[in-house]
């Protein structure tokens, strides 16, 4: 079962790919390309990551857990890419998306410390990584959106259901966490390794592709206010 | 002892990073909300390893010296922002820039190195990591000054506090790995766990308030000479 | 001869330091500077890396083939300093800067996964590794030549030879892997250090040289076009 999972997420990954990839070549502005472009790389990491662990690599038994580390190293590279889809569409003020990387950076590290410590350390590890995840949503939840939305004005709709699937995904990741053997273990590696394939496919193809449905609204609604020049930084 | 340091290290980081949170989240120009983000994350990165460090990880007896390696790979993400500080307040060229985060990372990785490595070899790379160092002090006190006091000429005296802390400080750790078992063994343990952490929170946390000092000095000053623009490299 | 191999590249690396840090420290302009420190990076991350190489380090034996696993952690980090180069000469578009460094990144991570994987599981990764190369290829002979040539029109020789190295010297690297013990076998070890070396002098120094004598070109041709500016990603 395991491995079935583990070559679901290599086929899904690879079917984001050529989506992405074959956008990214035909974009009809470098708006779009850009948007393809960090979907592509998003995919196209997890399908390295996956292709490891199908191909037995990137796992060990830590601490009497059957761990898959490999996926913290490649989250580690995703997932501020993802953070950078949601700021290129919402325009996003430097020092927010600084704020937004930095804490996402932490959350990983963090969370990867949680996965190779012995119990009950870990569980320090997973309170810390839940703390900077906690302030991603925070930040998300209000600047972001405060900052998208004065950008966006007529694309308020499509800016909440961008970030109430972010956030639900996001979420439901520590929660795997905790129900399996890293926590109480009500689930198993096969139960784990599923939930968090499902969890990849649909925050990476599904979240990527829910990306560029925001910015086709966005630009039917002709929706661009003027942002504010880099230049006010020194100003 | 050691256990005493640590546990001072994450308290006073864990302080640096409620100080510049706070900052980061309430500071009223983008200017200040980039300053107080970078030392926010210098603090928390810190803080993360402090954390690690007390609880017994990041640590290794490597050729039978105590070896704390962790210290080195949050080094690698911490110091470039410790120089992005000092840039972005001297407002410095992107040539230069380039030339202060690469030789930094330089001297980090084999900093990195001459800890892990036996002895002798170990003292080759601190001779290199030493040498990177001399070489980023050589662009702090030439161009970089030159560049930071074209752009604020009536803020001389507050760059000159700001690149004298930074440059005392940075000189003592390399004096510390001398002192202690990777050199000549002068330090014991707890020693050379006490030096490092008083560094880590003079130069993060101290140098930190600093940096926010000079940017204060720079605004009552009033002191904004144009800078060139960036199209001036593609000119 | 391993020995003497790397203490040849340790030699010729720190020729490339001198010659590309002294540039850096004298150009005349920003541009000419941000190609020198661009080189002068190259080199010194190679020179690094030859020395630990030379000094025994960075090289494990792993399923039976003598394995220098720290090339693939240096290559990580100079790699993209390459790609730099040719996109800083050619006004690259942002997407395809992208393309190229995100394309650049995964073939190097997948390489690395094939030199410390067990056979037959080394050529799986072998053959992602070359499809990422294939695709850098395509972008570097397609679009990018098209925008270099669109922005300097008068220099289309200029690009097509640095192209022509590129590529070559590029193609040679994973025909040494496939000749070597990680393929077929026919290199010793010695011939495998041999031919990394000498591709590494040339592609690192020599193509360091050769991307200099470009931009000279590009200037005594007073061949710039104005290039788009950023703010149309957001128009």
Known sequence: MVQMWLWLGVFSMAIGCLIFGYGAHQGRSDRWKILYTLNFFICLIAAGLYLAMALGQGFSVIHDRPTFWARYITWFTSTPLLILDLTFLGRTSLPLIAGLIGANQFMIATGGMSAISPKPINYIWYAVSCGAFLS????????????????????????????????????????????????????????????????????????????????????????????????????
Not at 153 to 167: D, E, G, I, T, Y
């Open 136 to 235: 991603i949503l925070f930040m998300l939840v209000v600047p972001y959106r405060a900052e998208a939305e004065a950008h966006h004005p007529r694309s308020r709709k499509a800016f909440r259901k961008l970030l109430a699937a972010h956030v639900i995904l996001w979420t439901l990741y520590p929660v795997v966490w905790m129900l399996a053997g890293t926590g109480f273990g009500v689930l198993d590696q096969a139960g784990e390794t599923g939930g968090y394939t499902l969890l990849d496919i649909a925050s990476k193809v599904g979240f990527g592709l829910l990306s560029l449905n925001t910015l086709q609204q966005i630009e039917q609604a002709n929706d661009f206010q003027p942002a504010p020049t880099p230049a006010s930084v020194h100003g």
